[in-house]
Nanobody, 126 residues
Framework: QVQLVESGGGSVQAGGSLKLSCAAS????????MGWFRQAPGKEREGVAA???????SYADSVKGRFTASQDSDKNTLYLQMNSLKPEDTAIYYC????????????????????WGQGTQVTVSS
């Protein structure tokens, strides 16, 4: 059974930084891909960053140059370093994952991921 647990959310002033973590279990033995998504009040969930099973990274245009996604060496933890935060970054941030036998790449498409964490709140004040 795959489980994803996010942590690291909180409140910060504009221009500040936060680092989110997503601890994954149950993904071993397969090729996995993971992503970060966010959902602000009254808005649809949107992709933020993603890592495919070969380690390839992709980012939403709105966060390029400010956010960096990474994984630890065993690929059990996904991180999102968020710098130069803006009030419009305020949202619940979700970790997502999927797995495949060969290559996995969900990108910014939420429908490509079958496993989700419970989310962590990020609030950026001006």
């Amino acid at each position: 059974q795959v489980q994803l647990v996010e942590s690291g959310g909180g409140s910060v002033q504009a221009g500040g930084s936060l680092k989110l973590s997503c601890a994954a279990s149950g993904l071993t033995g397969s090729r996995s891909c993971m992503g970060w998504f966010r959902q602000a009040p009254g808005k649809e969930r949107e992709g933020v960053a993603a890592i495919d099973s070969d380690g390839g990274l992709s980012y939403a245009d709105s966060v390029k140059g400010r956010f960096t996604a990474s994984q630890d060496s065993d690929k059990n933890t996904l991180y999102l370093q968020m710098n130069s935060l803006k009030p419009e970054d305020t949202a619940i941030y979700y970790c997502a994952a999927d797995r495949a036998n060969t290559f996995c790449a969900g990108g910014q498409d939420s429908l490509a991921y079958n496993f989700w964490g419970q989310g962590t709140q990020v609030t950026v004040s001006s």
